[in-house]
């Protein structure tokens, strides 16, 4: 399955950290096959990148991704062929898949996200329903969406140790709820396949442990191909026994975003970078762009105002920050009708399916734009990467896309090793001093 080709990217040539990955292409791509033959692919995932030219950087790795419905339409085919391959690995003799999604009914945004996700099951060639974890939720409620889909929410029915809904019993349950809040009892003990596994979810994964695996996967990819690993991965810490309101733990954030801004500052030196460094705080688990903020000084976390102190304090449905993610700021120099860009990319399975910019006219290039005011513009593609009669003129153009597909399925890998190993030692990822 090709990578697609960008038909619009970045103004000016090719960088020369892309060229060095776009060059490399079947070193890459052999090096990769023999991994997934080694490690258990996740079942999908979506990966933040953020592209400063000299640098390309995944900055947020989601195992529950929610934005189905922010994909070209153009490349469902890609979609359901990477589903085929996914679900023959779970359900080799068996049709039938129980997607549980997030507990929202009112986010329709979501729920397209969910409408998309079945109808790409649905092409694969499954049944599925949606049984979701709300109370609220009795009897099987159809929901009228504005993209002109609809979705029918069923209540939960668990007997022993098997979980469906009326009058199905699938052979695997899909999640699409990043069980932030804890894993519901109903989930416990099931004698089914569960699709992220339970402890992918946000009650026990952790962001320092993800990029530890990252630093791993990183260093070996930049050997392969003899290239600096930072220019492909973000310095990290991680502090804990925080409590923001009450000012607690600010001295090791503190510590941290200064030893991580002097390394940073010495790489901008080495590779004549003009910038101010500046570094990202943000919650050690969770997702939905909360509990996030960008430090340019260490004392900048003493004087946080009590808004601020807030903001950082709890996120989705309420849940306390204690440990957070120390983690080195990269710019983004994308933009989409001068509005600030960064790209996120789709995989199912081992494949890249696709992606989107996320877009914000609000922020700043050293800001998070997975902030309320963004919006989405989906990548688009050159048609004839499809076609293998073009193959060859397709390969005469330097793929710039590629090049984020190859940093997005090392944080896919990067993954798959957290998931085999959620106790992955934590360490710096830069050096002491």
Same mark, same amino acid.
Request: charged share 20%; net charge negative; glycine share 6%.
């Given at each position: 399955?090709?990578?697609? =080709?960008?038909?619009?990217? @970045? ?11 776009? #060059? ?68 080799? *003799?068996?049709?039938?898949? /129980? @997607? ?33 974890? /709300?109370?609220?939720? &009795?009897?099987?409620? #159809? ?22 809904? !009326? ?31 339970? =402890?992918?979810?946000?009650? &026990? ?7 530890? +695996? ?61 910038? *101010? ?16 903020? #960008? ?20 996120? !989705? ?23 600030? $860009? ?36 989906? @990548? ?11 193959? +060859? ?14 940093? $997005?399925?090392? $944080?896919?890998? $990067? +993954? ?6 959620? #106790? ?10």
């Amino acid at each position: 399955m090709p990578v697609p =080709h960008l038909s619009t990217a @970045l103004r000016g040539p090719i960088l020369d950290l892309e060229n060095r990955i776009i #060059t490399a292409m079947p070193t890459i791509e052999h090096w990769l096959r023999s991994k997934w033959r080694e490690h258990a692919v996740p079942f999908y995932c979506s990966v933040d990148l953020r592209n400063s030219g000299f640098k390309l950087a995944p900055v947020d790795t989601n195992l529950f991704p929610g934005g189905f419905n922010n994909l070209n339409p153009e490349f469902m085919p890609l979609c359901v062929q990477a589903m085929m391959n996914a679900i023959e690995k779970i359900c080799p *003799d068996t049709q039938s898949v /129980l @997607l549980i999604p997030e507990n929202h009914t009112r986010n329709t945004f979501y729920l397209q996200n969910i409408a998309t996700l079945q109808n790409i099951m649905q092409q694969a060639g499954l049944n599925v329903r949606i049984g979701s974890l /709300l109370p609220d939720i &009795t009897a099987a409620t #159809t929901i009228d969406l504005p993209d002109g889909q609809t979705i029918t929410l069923e209540p939960l029915i668990r007997k022993n140790d098997q979980l469906g809904v !009326k009058n199905f019993e699938p052979c695997a349950i899909i999640l699409n709820n990043d069980l932030s809040t804890g894993i519901p009892d109903i989930l416990q003990n099931l004698n089914q396949t569960i699709i992220p596994p339970l =402890h992918a979810g946000w009650a &026990t994964r952790r962001k320092s442990i993800h990029f530890s +695996a990252y630093d791993r996967v990183a260093e070996e990819f930049s050997n392969l191909i003899g290239i600096d690993p930072w220019l492909i991965n973000p310095r990290f810490t991680s502090c804990g026994e925080i409590n923001f309101r009450e000012k607690q733990g600010e001295d090791c954030v503190a510590s941290a975003v200064n030893r991580i801004l002097a390394v940073i500052q010495r790489k901008y030196q080495e590779y004549d970078v003009k910038e *101010d460094p500046f570094v990202i705080v943000k919650a050690d688990s969770g997702t939905y762009g909360m509990g996030i903020m #960008t430090v340019k000084d260490g004392s900048d976390i003493y004087k946080l105002n009590r808004k601020q102190r807030n903001k950082m304090a709890v996120v !989705k449905e309420g849940m306390q920050v204690s440990n957070v993610l120390v983690q080195e700021g990269v710019y983004t120099f994308e933009n989409i009708n001068q509005a600030v $860009a960064e790209p996120v990319i789709y995989m199912i399975d081992r494949y890249v399916v696709g992606g989107f910019y996320r877009v914000h006219t609000g922020r700043g290039i050293d800001e998070n734009l997975n902030a309320p005011g963004m919006h989405f513009v989906p @990548l688009s593609f050159e048609a004839s990467c499809l076609l293998p009669k073009n193959s +060859a003129q397709t390969h005469s153009i330097p793929n710039r896309f590629y090049a984020y597909g190859v940093v $997005a399925r090392l $944080a896919l890998l $990067a +993954a798959a090793l957290e998931l085999e190993d959620p #106790t992955l030692d934590i360490s710096p990822s830069f050096p002491a001093g």
